[in-house]
């Protein structure tokens, strides 16, 4: 199959960790050029709390400006019942939880270990369904974590699993750090596809070390066909020290695009988005391609 799905994750993963916080009409209208570009999955905000994440705040305002219930996919982060509630009074049609194959980073991240997480997301999974929201799981630090080293592909295949097994559509797989190589990639998803079907697994690749686009051609390769990127390559992780942006979704469309694989994307209209938030962040958009361009 030669389709492939980008969700684009800049407005969430992107912005979370960008030391300048935008105002929701900024958000807003990022989120309407990506939608423009021809991005059909746009990961809107994070229903989470704005003591630990202020970037995230004002995210049930913009949620509940987009229109959740046409042809574009919004999803927003929710990590517990208190994310969920606020998540739907907004209109969220599509959400993720989120663990880690990690001990200390989930302990860090969402302030509980692995055991715990999973009971948490139980009963956010099983109202959402229940409401017709169609709920991804997403696992952290699938090759290494910044506090507990290397992760063994088994353990990784073991939490993405739990979640699948708990009714999460598609589980998102996180190099949180970027420290994954393709070898180190396939022998992960070699262990996950063996529990969870890999039309069912997306690849979440930060890249930190400039290894994604290596990543996702190998994860191609294992079938993966959905991949999730960030436009100007924004962000990181607030809770993983080193954590550079995830892969630039331009980088991505043009390498697919390059490959015969089809994405939708329109590749000036998303330059133009990566040199809208780029501006409003007072920085460089991070991609080769948006410079390839000469974008702004
Ligand atoms: P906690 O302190 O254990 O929770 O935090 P709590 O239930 O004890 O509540 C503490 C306070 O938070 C209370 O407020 C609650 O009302 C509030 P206070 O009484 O102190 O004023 N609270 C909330 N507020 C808003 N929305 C909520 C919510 N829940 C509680 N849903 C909690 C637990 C999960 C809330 C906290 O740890 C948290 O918000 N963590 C956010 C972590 C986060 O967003 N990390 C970044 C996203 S993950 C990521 O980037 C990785 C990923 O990209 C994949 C990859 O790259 O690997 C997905
Ligand atoms: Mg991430």
């Given at each position: 199959?030669?389709?492939?799905?980008l969700?684009e994750?800049g407005?969430?993963?992107g912005?979370?960790?960008e030391?300048?916080?935008?105002?929701?009409?900024?958000?807003?209208?990022l989120?309407?050029k990506l939608?423009?570009a021809?991005l059909?999955?746009?990961?809107?905000?994070?229903?989470?709390?704005?003591?630990?994440?202020?970037?995230?705040?004002?995210?049930?305002?913009?949620?509940?400006?987009?229109?959740?219930?046409?042809?574009?996919?919004?999803?927003?982060?929710?990590?517990?019942?208190?994310?969920?509630?606020?998540?739907?009074?907004?209109?969220?049609?599509?959400?993720?939880?989120?663990?880690?194959?990690?001990?200390?980073?989930?302990?860090?991240?969402?302030?509980?270990?692995?055991?715990?997480?999973?009971?948490?997301?139980?009963?956010?999974?099983?109202?959402?369904?229940?409401?017709?929201?169609?709920?991804?799981?997403?696992?952290?630090?699938?090759?290494?974590?910044?506090?507990?080293?290397?992760?063994?592909?088994?353990?990784?295949?073991?939490?993405?699993?739990?979640?699948?097994?708990?009714?999460?559509?598609?589980?998102?797989?996180?190099?949180?750090?970027g420290?994954?190589?393709?070898?180190?990639?396939?022998?992960?998803?070699?262990?996950?596809?063996?529990?969870?079907?890999?039309?069912?697994?997306?690849?979440?690749y930060h890249d930190t070390y400039g290894m994604a686009i290596a990543?996702i051609r190998?994860?191609?390769?294992?079938?993966?066909?959905?991949?999730?990127a960030s436009v100007a390559g924004l962000g990181g992780?607030?809770?993983?020290?080193?954590?550079s942006g995830n892969v630039a979704t331009e980088d991505v469309a043009w390498m697919l695009e390059r490959e015969?694989?089809?994405t939708?994307v329109d590749l000036p209209a998303l330059l133009d988005a990566a040199g809208f938030v780029s501006q409003a962040l007072g920085r460089e958009p991070a991609s080769k391609v948006a410079r390839a361009f000469g974008a702004p």
């Open positions: 199959m030669r389709q492939v799905t969700v994750v407005p969430r993963d912005l979370q960790n030391s300048r916080e935008l105002s929701i009409d900024i958000r807003h209208e989120i309407r939608a423009a021809g059909k999955d746009i990961e809107a905000g994070a229903f989470v709390s704005p003591k630990w994440v202020p970037q995230m705040a004002g995210s049930a305002e913009l949620l509940s400006r987009l229109d959740t219930g046409g042809s574009i996919r919004y999803p927003v982060l929710v990590p517990n019942l208190k994310g969920l509630e606020a998540a739907m009074a907004a209109g969220a049609r599509d959400i993720a939880v989120f663990g880690a194959a990690s001990e200390t980073f989930s302990r860090k991240n969402i302030n509980c270990g692995i055991e715990e997480s999973l009971e948490r997301f139980a009963p956010v999974i099983r109202e959402a369904l229940g409401a017709g929201i169609r709920v991804r799981g997403y696992v952290s630090c699938v090759a290494a974590c910044p506090y507990e080293g290397d992760i063994a592909p088994g353990t990784v295949a073991e939490v993405a699993d739990k979640l699948f097994q708990l009714g999460c559509h598609q589980i998102s797989l996180g190099d949180t750090i420290t994954g190589t393709p070898g180190r990639i396939l022998a992960m998803l070699d262990a996950v596809s063996r529990m969870v079907p890999v039309a069912h697994l997306a690849g979440h990543n190998a994860s191609l390769d294992a079938g993966l066909r959905t991949f999730d992780c607030p809770y993983a020290r080193g954590a015969g694989f089809v939708g």
